[in-house]
């Protein structure tokens, strides 16, 4: 299949190309970037006049419930919504139903992704077994499978000493840790701690519950200088603690989750569950400084937090309902949000949902998406056309995710996805493009 993308504002941030240009795909790859070759006949022209042409999104954090959990997600739902939210690549956590401690469960979701033909799934192998903080996994096994990365999803390990020891493993093989900074005893609360929660009557979560974790982390990298990145900040300290961490030169990255990037504890309002979320929503100030530290580089990406909850779990008190919500599809006009509100660039803010967390992947990608991220000649044509124009509603009929909760319903969001090509695959395509 041969396509040309013609007419479309052409950016691609990892290498500051920014022109209006055309771009050609042959063979599930990029031919050409700026004018297409003159013996190039493609099958099917899409016409990107007026519209953005960037590489497909790169979300770094995404739950896909299967296997398992399926009665909150089907594979088939989740990458539809995927790659409906211009998603070409994502990477997905090992808290599935068994946890993805061992390399067959790893090879088995990666196979079933493939033969659906959608997005890029890029999985965390589990740091410990079981998740249960005790012993670890064979890292090695598990990176042959596909994992790109080890992590303890929202489980943290109660003893020092065995991430101490997951640290050392993972620095002298070069593999990435992630870890969302969560102290096991001060954050099991439900919402941040403050007047409102207090008011509501809800148990809080301090800001030490990730500041201390921080702390905890950074001295054990520096003994062991294992490359950690950092999911899902949700303080004004956690950014200071990170940037002073960075200027230090410690091999760390993070990102932010659209939550915590828009939204604030009084986004509850009267007990919606819809805003029950993890991390949970902080202050405005909270919020300001994670808008500040992904405009400065701080916080290297933005990641939808994609994780589907069906009906009956949300139908519950505040307290009791699971946390999280649906946000692949959100994750476009998110972001172009935070920049219009903020006065960022749009390719600095393209920049954080592609080459920048292609970026905290880096050598964890495999030859065939090497190119994650970025527009490349002779890399794997992950491409997605895009409207800064135009609003749109965002109701459950308008998601494809099986799990239609999100503290978003009833917005007017700006920008659209009107198309999505994976390895030169024509994924999905808006109605009206």
């Known amino acids: 299949m041969k396509i040309l993308i013609q007419n479309g504002r052409v950016i691609d941030p990892a290498s500051g190309f920014d022109t209006t240009a055309d771009v050609a795909i042959a063979a599930g790859r990029i031919v050409a970037v700026g004018q297409a070759p003159a013996d190039f006949t493609p099958n099917r022209v899409i016409d990107a006049q007026g519209c953005i042409v960037a590489p497909g999104l790169v979300d770094l954090a995404a739950r896909l419930r299967e296997p398992g959990q399926e009665h909150a997600g089907m594979l088939e739902s989740e990458m539809a919504a995927a790659v409906a939210g211009g998603v070409t690549s994502l990477v997905c956590s090992p808290d599935t139903d068994p946890v993805l401690d061992e390399p067959g469960l790893v090879e088995m979701l990666r196979y079933r992704a493939e033969k659906l033909h959608q997005a890029r799934v890029l999985p965390l192998g589990a740091l410990t077994l079981g998740l249960k903080g005790d012993v670890l996994t064979e890292m090695g096994q598990l990176t042959a499978a596909g994992c790109v990365g080890f992590s303890q999803a929202e489980v943290p390990i109660a003893s020092t000493q065995v991430l101490q020891r997951a640290l050392q493993y993972a620095s002298t093989f070069g593999y990435a840790v992630w870890l969302r900074p969560q102290e096991l005893h001060l954050g099991k609360g439900v919402a941040a701690s403050g007047p409102l929660a207090t008011r509501m009557g809800l148990a809080g979560v301090s800001v030490a519950a990730e500041t201390i974790a921080l702390h905890t982390i950074f001295e054990l990298v520096r003994s062991t200088q294992a490359r950690v990145h950092l999911c899902r ?84 008190p505040f307290a009791e309902a699971e946390p999280g919500a649906t946000g692949l599809e ?100 808006a109605a009206e493009a």
């Open 330 to 429: 959100l994750l476009w006009s998110l972001a172009l949000k935070w920049g219009q509100e903020s006065g960022v660039p749009l390719p600095q803010v393209l920049s954080r949902i592609t080459a920048d967390p292609a970026r905290v992947l880096g050598a964890s990608l495999t030859t065939l998406q090497g190119s994650v991220g970025q527009l490349a000649v002779g890399g794997a044509a992950d491409v997605c056309v895009l409207s800064e124009q135009g609003h749109w509603p965002v109701t459950a009929q308008a998601l494809r995710s099986q799990g239609k909760s999100t503290p978003f319903s009833g917005y007017e969001l700006p920008g659209r996805v009107l198309a999505t090509v994976v390895g030169g695959h024509v994924a999905f395509e």
């Open 233 to 316: 900040i949700s303080s004004a300290q956690g950014v200071d603690l990170i940037r002073k961490a960075k200027a230090e030169g410690l091999p760390i990255t993070a990102d932010v989750s659209i939550n915590s990037l828009h939204l604030t504890d009084a986004d509850m309002g009267y007990f919606d569950s819809r805003a029950r979320l993890t991390p949970v929503l902080r202050q405005q100030r909270d919020r300001d400084a994670l808008r500040a530290g992904l405009a400065d580089g701080t916080l290297d990406a933005l990641v939808s937090d994609h994780t589907p909850v069906d009906a009956d779990a949300k139908a519950l």
